[in-house]
């Protein structure tokens, strides 16, 4: 049974910074792509940031390039997601997902028929 579950959401006030940590099994990690996606209240979910198997591709939405960073740590079936200088606007239920196939799973916010959530943790920006 594959489980995807993150941790690491919270409160912090604009321009603070915070680090989702997003960990998989009942996959092969190394053999899947990774992503984040988020939905705001009163809007759909929409993909933030996604990284292919190896690590070496990645997708961000345009909202969060050059803030945003998306890694793994395919040792230890982990993926990270580092957000920095973040806003209000950023606001929203961050989900972690995975993939068996392309990184650019990202587009349009629904994944794919394979796709497998986590339930969601909460990031909440202040101003």
């Known amino acids: 049974q594959v489980q995807v579950a993150e941790s690491g959401g919270g409160s912090v006030q604009a321009g603070g910074s915070l680090r989702l940590s997003c960990t998989a099994s009942?996959?092969?990690?190394?053999?899947?792509?990774m992503g984040w996606f988020r939905r705001a209240p009163g809007n759909e979910r929409e993909g933030v940031a996604c990284i292919s198997w190896g690590g070496r591709a990645t997708y961000y939405a345009e909202s969060v390039k050059g803030r945003f960073t998306i890694s793994r740590d395919n040792a230890k079936n982990t993926a990270y997601l580092q957000m920095n200088t973040l806003k209000p606007e950023d606001t929203a239920i961050y989900y972690c997902?995975?993939?068996?196939?392309?990184?650019?799973?990202?587009?349009?916010?629904?994944?794919?028929?394979?796709?497998?959530w986590g339930q969601g943790t909460q990031v909440t920006v202040s101003s």
């Open positions: 009942g996959l092969t990690f190394g053999d899947t792509a």
């Open positions: 997902a995975a993939d068996p196939g392309s990184y650019r799973f990202c587009d349009g916010g629904r994944g794919t028929g394979q796709t497998y």
